[in-house]
């Protein structure tokens, strides 16, 4: 699965906060060409590093999330319905225990 609309959306949010590639690496605690690395090859960051992204750029986790699970069921209508919505679901769900903390 191609993550090219999460990452899409991460660039967006860059600019429009006038933050760059390299910062965000450091600013989420990582080494400077972690964020420009992953980009560039469409990696799927883990839990710990997306939630950091929101952190960092003032987002929530569905903002961020929300062009990869459209990009899912473009991808694939109708037939994995089921696994969309619990992706949604979990996504909500986490977003509602971020906002908790």
Same mark, same amino acid.
Not at 11 to 20: A, D, S
Not at 33 to 40: G, L, S, T
């Given at each position: ?6 990452? $899409? ?13 390299k910062?965000? !690496?450091?600013?989420?605690g ?9 980009? *560039?090859? $469409? *990696?799927?960051?883990n ?37 969309i919505?619990?992706?949604? *679901?979990k996504?909500?769900?986490? !977003?509602?225990?971020?906002?908790? $903390?």
């Amino acid at each position: 699965m191609d993550i090219h609309g999460f990452w $899409n959306n991460v660039k967006k949010i860059l600019k429009e906060k006038g933050m760059t590639q390299k910062y965000l !690496s450091t600013a989420i605690g990582s080494k400077p060409r972690v964020i420009e690395n992953q980009i *560039a090859n $469409n *990696a799927i960051p883990n839990i710990e590093e997306t939630l950091n992204i929101c952190k960092v750029l003032d987002v929530s986790l569905p903002v961020l999330l929300g062009p990869y699970v459209q990009e899912m069921d473009a991808l694939d209508p109708g037939r994995d319905q089921d696994k969309i919505f619990k992706i949604k *679901a979990k996504v909500e769900e986490i !977003s509602h225990i971020i906002e908790d $903390n």
